[in-house]
């Protein structure tokens, strides 16, 4: 498991998403983590310290692991960057519903100017 | 294991899951995506209790989009952090437009 900085950790994803456009797949694990040991938990614990959550991102491709951790300060940042990069990349799924749901918008317009002018050439007559 | 079929019940069960013990390690949400197939799952589990959704729906991704907002603002600011925000920006701008093809009328 490599620990990079969150924009190589970006870069990196990028081309896990690039290798495997052909075959295999992307898997990106969100978690909530303190980043230590289980020892150095209850260390901190008996000492009575405060522990720090942060945001651990991981991504594998199956071959190669690359992490990186987003802290409060930084997370919206982080995921603009990220929200772009899958919008860039997540580019085999289905668009169709959408358009027919278009379609279907379309065809209620076309309803509803008949309707008007239907009710206009009443109240015309 | 059972896939969700509804979106609304998997992001609402996710971050139950999730808030129900926030400290636990073994918590995660893992996104897999799939290009050669063009599919998408997304699961959240603690070990003992897992949440699957799968889609193939471009409408889907842009969806995930809001739970990873959700997530992120959940795991790097903590379990407590007020999360309507992010969620609900979802419902304004799902209405937004909505409303801009009913004046067009």
Partial sequence: MVRLQPDPFLNELTSMFERTTEHGSVWVTLKHSSDKSKAQRNKMKTAGENLEFKCLIRATDGKKNISTMVGAKDHQRFQASYAILLKARLTALKKRERKDKRKATDSDKKMDISKKKSAAAKAST | ?105
């Fill in chain 2, 1 to 105: 294991m059972v896939y969700i079929t509804s979106w609304d019940d998997f992001v609402e069960r996710s971050v139950q899951l999730f808030r129900a013990d926030p400290e636990k390690a073994s918590t995660r949400y893992v996104m897999k995506y799939r290009h050669s197939d063009g599919k998408l799952v997304l699961k959240v589990t603690d070990d003992k209790e897992c949440i699957k959704f799968k889609t193939d729906q471009a409408q889907d991704a842009k969806k995930m989009e809001k739970l990873n907002n959700i997530f992120f603002t959940l795991m790097s600011r903590g379990p407590d952090a007020d999360i309507s925000e992010v969620g609900g920006k979802e419902q304004m701008e799902a209405q937004a437009p909505k409303k801009g093809r009913g004046r067009k009328q």
